[in-house]
């Protein structure tokens, strides 16, 4: 029986008064334990989750969902899982990934994408990248400052619709 499997990357950046991370994907990641095994991993960690992805059982369900940072993480987890030796990614969810440098482009082993994208200025250089590459990209815009959008309660009841979908497949008939 094919499990799902929800891989969470964190946003966050250094300042004054220490680390700050993502509380609204926090949340979120609380939501989505419902539907299978969710983990959340800082944005540097790509290669952990590389790995434990790498382990699954290829029949798996696996969803990526990064914010700011952790949403460039991703397209790297993606990238590399897409040659080594090739794993899939069902559905993969970026929100308002940032810097757009470091994006990379999404290869034919993720089945579907969203990014919400934000076409506000960007927030001390952060956010409004978009993901390039697979066929089954879908951008949704937004408008709203970068540090906001991992609040959001309607881009939550969407990835949740999603997860929920792809959780429905992965359980036996």
């Known amino acids: 029986m094919a499990k799902l499997f929800v891989f969470m990357m964190l946003g966050g950046f250094v300042g004054i008064d220490g680390y700050a991370v ?3 994907i926090l949340l979120l990641a609380h939501r989505l334990s419902t539907f299978g095994d969710v983990s959340t ?15 699954l059982d290829p029949n798996d369900k696996v969803v990526l969902i990064g914010y700011s940072g952790g949403g460039f993480a991703i397209t790297r987890v993606a990238e590399e899982l ?8 069902d559905l993969l969810i970026a929100y308002d990934p940032s810097p757009t440098w470091s994006m990379r482009t ?11 994208c934000n076409d506000l200025p960007l927030f001390l250089g952060m956010g409004g ?20 959008v991992q609040f959001d309660e309607r881009l939550h009841k969407r990835t949740i619709a999603e997860v929920e979908k792809l959780a429905n497949t992965a359980r036996p008939k």
Request: include cysteine; aromatic fraction near 4%; charged fraction near 15%.
């Open 106 to 116: 999404l290869g034919k082993n993720v089945v579907r994408a969203i990014c919400y």
């Open 22 to 24: 993502s509380p609204g």
């Open 41 to 55: 991993h800082n944005w540097s960690s790509q290669s952990d989750v590389v790995q434990r992805i790498a382990s």
């Open 82 to 89: 897409n040659s080594n030796p090739g794993h899939r990614i």
């Open 129 to 148: 990248a978009k993901l390039t590459g697979s066929n089954t990209v879908e951008v949704v815009n937004i408008s709203e400052p970068h540090p906001v």
